[in-house]
Structures are given as C-alpha cells and as structure tokens.
C-alpha cells in the first residue's frame, strides 16, 4: 500500500533515506515526500518497521 504524497523541491526537515531506489528520495539521502507513513503501529523497534510512502522510482 502506497501512502499519497508529492514529491517537493525541498527534502523533509529530519528525514534521512538510503533507498535511492525511491521515487522521492534525492541527493544526499534526503527525502522529497511532502509527508511519510511509517507502519506497523505495533512496532517495537527500528527493524519491525516500513516507509509505506515508498515509491520504485520508474
């Protein structure tokens, strides 16, 4: 499931990304979504977690 964002000319102020693979992810491993999703509520930890605004870039 794809969360509905934009992409921005500007990163999201304190978000790092490493998937370079991503639709907004730029230069620098910033993130150009205007908003992310972060999922599962339940998490307990950074590993059980998933950016659901992840986009394959095409």
Not at 30 to 35: I, V
């Amino acid at each position: 499931m794809n969360h509905n964002s934009s992409k921005s000319n500007n990163p999201l102020q304190g978000v790092n990304c490493c998937a370079s693979n991503c639709h907004y992810w730029g230069n620098g491993d910033h993130c150009h979504a205007t908003s992310i999703q972060v999922t599962p509520p339940e998490a307990s930890g950074s590993q059980d977690t998933d950016c659901e605004t992840f986009l394959p870039k095409h």
